[in-house]
């Protein structure tokens, strides 16, 4: 199964969560995980992927330009219905507290329900999750204030993404277990 990460980062703290969620989907077996900045993104990619795992800093509560650009490239795919049933998960990043991460995550997960992906988010029984996190997706505080790009729980909290995600998409595609690879 193919699972595409596509992140918007200026200052990599969405960058460092984009590659924490890639790591934690590629250690599901049979997972193929493709990750690009956006400007890299290739659209073309999408109908061949399995699931698809978008994010970005919020910027005044909702998605960052180069990332709604991006997306608004999408409207042939929708048109042909090419992004149905493909597993879908977001993420981002803001400076504050209560600076918009579930707002700019409920504006990412709209565009996926426009398509007709299915949404993944992540539940309560993860320790972090429960403690740190959102249901909506991974939406990590990233202080500007802090030394480290992105704290220890918003690492554990991509991890716990991606690996999700991989886990629903394998069993929603019915893919082997990978046993065999
Ligand atoms: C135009 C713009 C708007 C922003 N708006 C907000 C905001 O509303 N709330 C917030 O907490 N941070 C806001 N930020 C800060 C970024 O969301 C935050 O620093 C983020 O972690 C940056 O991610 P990056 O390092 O991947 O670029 C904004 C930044 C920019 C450039």
């Known amino acids: ?8 980062s200026e200052g990599e703290h969405t960058k460092a969560l ?23 993104a290739d659209i073309y990619k999408l109908p061949e992927m399995d699931a698809i795992i978008w994010g ?3 910027h005044f509560g909702t998605i960052s330009s180069g990332l709604k650009s991006w997306i608004d ?21 803001t400076a504050t507290t209560h600076g918009g991460l579930e707002a700019t995550m409920l504006n990412l997960i709209t565009p996926m329900l426009h398509q007709g992906m299915i ?10 999750n429960a403690l740190y996190g959102s249901y909506y997706g991974v939406g990590i505080t990233c202080p500007v204030e ?14 716990a993404l991606g690996e999700r995600v991989a886990n629903v998409t394998k ?3 019915n893919q082997p277990s990978g046993d065999e690879n």
């Open 119 to 128: 949404l993944v988010g992540l539940p309560g029984n993860i320790p972090e």
């Open 73 to 93: 490239r999408l409207g042939y795919l929708w048109a042909e219905g090419k992004l149905i049933n493909k597993v879908g998960a977001v993420f981002c990043t």
């Open 171 to 173: 069993a929603f595609t």
């Open 18 to 40: 984009a590659h924490s969620i890639a790591e934690g989907a590629g250690k599901v077996k049979g997972a193929e995980v493709f990750i690009d900045h956006v400007d890299q």
């Open 146 to 159: 802090s030394t480290e790009l992105l704290s220890r729980e918003g690492i554990e909290l991509g991890k």
């Open 56 to 58: 970005c800093p919020g």
């Open 1 to 8: 199964m193919k699972i595409y990460v596509v992140y918007d």
